[in-house]
């Protein structure tokens, strides 16, 4: 269980990252990649809370559910924001929308790498 939360820790260092350097980039995106990660975090934060002790399945059922209900309620408030603009303006929206979804994701992939691999052997936890 520990691992699940050390993959959150880095979830939100690599939401603070993406939003630091989409405020010092693209500066109108910002609201996008951060609602992107909190949306992800979120998820996530619910689904260890969910699979504490001994999941039951219609919990985890009613979460995934939930899940990609908030997912689409995102996408959708983000397509009805931008659907006038340019063509531009919505690509970008989206995929900043996007890099903020996939933060569980990347930092799962962080998690999996030999600088934390190394700490892991090191400790016995393999």
């Known amino acids: 269980m520990r691992d ?3 993959i959150s820790f880095i979830a939100i260092g690599y939401g ?5 350097v989409t405020w010092i980039f693209f500066e109108g ?3 996008w990649a ?13 689904m260890i809370h969910i ?7 219609h919990r985890i059922v009613l979460h995934i559910a939930q ?6 309620i995102i996408i959708a408030v983000a397509w009805f924001d931008t659907r006038d603009l340019n063509e531009d303006i919505m690509v970008k929206t989206f995929i900043f929308l996007l890099l903020g979804f996939a933060a569980i994701k990347f930092s799962a992939w962080i998690y999996a790498t030999p ?3 190394k700490d892991q052997e090191e400790n016995g936890h393999e």
Do not use: D
């Not at 603070?16 to 630091?20: N, S, T, V």
């Not at 951060?34 to 619910?46: E, I, P, R």
């Open 4 to 6: 699940v939360h050390k």
């Open 67 to 72: 899940r990609y209900a908030l997912y689409t």
């Open 51 to 57: 699979t504490k002790g001994k999941p039951e399945t």
């Open 34 to 46: 951060v609602l992107g990660s909190v949306t992800a975090l979120f998820n996530h934060s619910q």
């Open 16 to 20: 603070l990252i993406l939003a630091l």
């Open 29 to 31: 995106y910002v609201i």
């Open 115 to 117: 600088l934390f691999k």
